[in-house]
């Protein structure tokens, strides 16, 4: 189906328009097993332009990977239950469900597990926000209740994305959670003519994939990507709140995308190709039964000149 068929919702507060994709285990727009189901925002419009677009082209909702905006996800590298489930045996994995295991010892992020129970999804949608909320209970005393809120901010072209986690299960949650925000605006691939900016810097210019430089704050492309790509892990550490930002500008146009957030990031990476430049902002989550934890980010969408 056309990207535009799938089930959605829009949240307008005069500066903003936002398409929201609803999810849904048989019509939903991303029904894989990597990311996070809800929140996946199709598309956020100002007055003069249009921030986020599919990665892929051609749209299967299956892929691991067919997603668009400031897509999350969940234990990366050791989903709740894996290391522990046998081959054929369930594990949990945040946003999604309970998946089965397949031959590999070691979790696969772009695997293709199956999902043997997708988690339901309560909606509460106003005309400036929604709410999504799961509770699952998988083997072995895993259990958790999630709800993420995106709300826009009343009279700014803001938007806020706030999460809460509590571990309603037997044993503490120890994983990661991070966000890929695949960017783009209006459309144009990245390459030259956009600015990346981080809120660190390096002394030395470090080289990217033989053709690109983290220089300074900034990621500095000099030529179209094409079918290259990027990759580079540009902070790991204990862990620092000022770290969680990053800007993604046009700049021709001079339109952009910035966001904040509010807690700490032990690991930042920077992917992109031409359909999405992403700043991944890493955090820890540690969880006690019965504790809950909570975070959110801020994103600010500048319409230029």
Known sequence: MPATDY?????DNGRLRVSVYVPDAEHGYYRGPRFDWSGMIEHVETARHRFYSPLHVTHDPMRHDCVSGPAEEFAMFEPMGFAEARRGETFVKIGVGLLEKGNDDEYQFAGDYRIVRAGEWDIRHA???VEFSQELAGDRGWGYTYTKTIALVPGKSELIIAHRLENSGEKKISINNYNHNFSLIDN???GPD???EFPFTTMIPIRINQFAWFRGNTVEVPEPLGDRSLWIPLFEGAGRVEYNRA???HEPSGASIEFIGDAPVTRMVFWAVERAACPEPFIRLKIAPGETEAWSSRYHFG???
């Open 127 to 129: 005309p400036d926000s």
């Open 194 to 196: 956009y600015r990346v």
């Open 247 to 249: 800007l993604i500008k």
């Open 303 to 305: 319409d230029g000149r």
């Open 7 to 11: 089930p959605r919702l829009e949240l």
């Open 188 to 190: 144009l691939p990245y």
